[in-house]
């Protein structure tokens, strides 16, 4: 066996359980760290250091297991709820001065704060208070989405899916027809879209819509 090989294999094997080590999602910590403790298993039987590989073996197996646990129970129905944000929260302000640095990429925290939106509510998910929605008036029929914000843990889509989907009943309730985003970001262009929205060109002036209602 070439020892060069053998190596870089190595190299790969640590690069990516330590890459694991930066996800902040569990998910895809184990499913990172699985790959890397996998390669550091091989790595360990192919260089006869059987040591590392028992251990990285066992490791992948952890992983394992708990990725089968954490599978099982998305796979049971969980518990969501929209939670009106009272004016002047005191609860709104420490969430966005916590979540601040990922708030930047889609609005400045600091001009979120003073709650002046004609539809703001927490998404509750099993009793965590997982995600923010702010919408102010864009006009009649439409409502602008400020923030549509899920803490990291929680960033599967789901919450997504129930605010635009499960509960489109509560914007067509206040009147409003369509909602609208303007965003420049990659990633959070490619999550509206997920969810539904389709790119507009207004006046030389790029946004996202999605009707609540198809035959408008």
Known sequence: MDA????????????????????????KLRWINLIG?????LYGFLIGALPVGFMN??????????????????????????????????????????YKEGLKKFADPSKLEANTYEVS???????????????????ENTLEVVLDFVIPEYRDFKIGSFIYEDSKGLF????????????????????????????????????FEKRLLLSQ
């Open 37 to 41: 403790s996998s390669l550091f298993s």
């Open 172 to 207: 067509l309730d206040k009147g409003y027809k369509r909602l609208i985003s303007y965003s420049s970001t990659v990633e959070h262009i490619d999550y509206l879209r997920k969810m539904g929205f389709e790119e507009k060109v207004e006046n030389g002036s790029k946004y």
């Open 121 to 139: 509510f927490y998404v509750l998910r099993n009793m965590v208070p997982a995600g923010v929605f702010l919408g102010s008036k864009h006009d």
């Open 57 to 98: 073996l066992g490791i992948a197996i952890i992983n394992i297991y708990y990725l089968v646990k954490i599978y099982r129970g998305s796979a049971k129905k969980e518990y969501f709820k929209i939670l009106s944000i009272e004016k002047d929260s005191e609860y709104l302000k420490h969430f966005l001065n916590y």
């Open 4 to 27: 060069n090989w053998l190596e870089w294999l190595g190299y790969l094997a640590s690069l990516i359980v330590l890459i694991s080590l930066l996800m902040s999602s569990i998910i």
